[in-house]
């Protein structure tokens, strides 16, 4: 049987702590970005709906669906980038006033504007296949 002294313990219970905080915010992560795909999908989604019929303009007058799913994925790309940006500034002014302040460094943030993207990315993909969908007719009144 190993026996401690005072500050092994105190090593090993404040090793266990951290690594139970770190899980924690892990987790948070990972809901949070579940939660933001859902709602940049939605906001994306409806914005497309609500220019279907200038879809079926182009589509009609013959842009290639490679061309509409650009503008989609163009739109999804350009509010994670704000989004981005407003959180950044966010976090940096108004992080050090909350009693408990995590650190971001910069890889933290490079790491955290690629999954930003990637969400977005992913997240435009119903809005793209919808507009992909559409029948030029409807630009007529069909």
């Not at 940049?40 to 303009?57: N, Q, S």
């Not at 589509?59 to 959180?87: C, D, E, P, S, Y």
């Not at 007719?137 to 069909?142: S, V």
Request: aromatic content about 8%; charged content about 10%.
């Amino acid at each position: 049987m190993q026996v401690f002294n005072r500050e092994q313990m105190e090593e090993i219970l404040v090793g266990k702590l951290i690594a139970t905080f770190a899980k924690q915010i892990g987790m948070f992560l990972v809901i949070l970005t579940i939660v933001s795909a859902a709602i940049v999908a939605f906001i994306i989604y409806t914005m497309t709906l609500g220019k279907i019929r200038e879809i079926a303009v182009l589509k009609l007058i013959g842009t290639h669906n490679r061309t509409i799913a650009g503008m989609i994925l163009q739109q999804a790309l350009g509010l994670g980038v704000i989004g981005f940006v407003v959180g950044q500034i966010a976090a940096t002014v108004w992080g050090p006033a909350f009693p408990k302040y995590v650190l971001l460094l910069p890889a933290d943030a490079v790491r955290g504007f690629v999954i930003v993207m990637v969400v977005c990315v992913l997240a435009s993909t119903l809005a793209i296949r919808a507009a992909l969908k559409v029948d030029p007719a409807t630009a007529i009144g069909g």
